[in-house]
């Protein structure tokens, strides 16, 4: 066996399952740097802004990103259009269809769960309202970046070569749900329907053509719950000023300590941002 034609193609590139494996690879050391280099005063300058939890997202983010930059750029020698992060794709109607896609999928089947009485109001920790909503707003915007880099980004892009469009779609949601495994509260239908938001997103990031609008999706999906109706995100409860709405209902329906998003109707809402994100695709192709 030819060992050089396992690495490299014909045209001398190196094949994909390598060029994913020198991604984590990159990336492992790109954090490594972060931590030694900027950990620190990363983390001075979160605990003075009282969030002291968003420091590590943040330097994760940062790694995630200089690791996408080496690859894209150093390795491959592609341009940033190639992982949908170029600066056509950060036009800010792509962020505000994104944000309206993610928003929109499961604050619906919330409002509904709180119509049919399965979530109830309940006292919440009495913190100012505009602290904790900045507060969880810095952990949960570096939190789905770094996510949608990891699933989404390079490796999609590389797979999506290799592989199309679909079997990347199923590969990298799999990948998606798994990294939920450890989640509080996580069970057969959580961790499907995470999967289920993996393809979800994926749809977002292929009619948009921007990796920013799946990124705000995603933020939207988890700030909605997490700011305006202060349930759990994943299993993981954040700061509730005021009120927290609690499971009152089946399980099945309000996804439990795990949080809307792993109910039934969360499903059901995936369907209606994807129904969404395709309405915006056509429009973004007639106008452009």
Not at 133 to 143: H, S, W
Not at 232 to 244: Q, T
């Amino acid at each position: 066996m030819n060992v050089r034609r396992v690495v490299f193609s014909d045209t001398g590139a190196l094949r994909a399952p390598w060029r994913v494996i020198l991604f984590f690879l990159t990336a492992l050391a790109c954090s490594l740097v972060a931590s030694l280099a900027l950990g620190p005063p990363v983390a001075r300058v979160f605990r003075v802004l009282g969030a002291s939890a968003a420091a590590d997202q943040w330097l994760q983010c940062a790694a995630l990103l200089a690791a996408t930059a080496i690859m894209v750029r150093r390795v491959d020698r592609r341009r940033w259009t190639d992982v949908s992060l170029d600066s056509e794709a950060a036009r800010p109607r792509f962020l505000v269809q994104g944000f309206l896609i993610g928003a929109l999928a499961i604050g619906l089947p919330t409002l509904l769960l709180i119509a049919l009485g399965w979530l109830r109001a309940g006292p919440g920790s009495g913190a100012a309202w505009g602290g904790a909503v900045f507060r969880v707003t810095l952990i949960l915007l570096p939190a789905a970046f770094t996510e949608e880099l990891l699933t989404r980004g390079y490796v999609f892009a590389v797979l999506r070569q290799s592989l199309g469009w679909k079997w990347t779609i199923l590969a990298t949601s799999v990948v998606f749900g798994l990294l939920h495994l450890r989640n509080e509260g996580v069970n057969a239908e959580s961790l499907v329907l995470v999967t289920l938001a993996g393809v979800f997103l994926g749809g977002v990031l292929l009619a948009t053509r921007s990796l920013y609008a799946a990124w705000m999706a995603h933020f939207a999906w988890n700030w909605t719950m997490a700011a305006v109706f202060h349930t759990a995100v994943s299993g993981y409860p954040l700061d509730a000023p005021g009120y927290r709405y609690v499971d009152a209902g089946p399980d099945w329906a309000t996804g439990g300590v795990w949080g809307p998003e792993g109910g039934a109707p969360a499903g059901l809402g995936m369907g209606l941002g994807a129904g969404l994100a395709y309405l915006f695709a056509r429009r973004n192709r007639s106008s452009s």
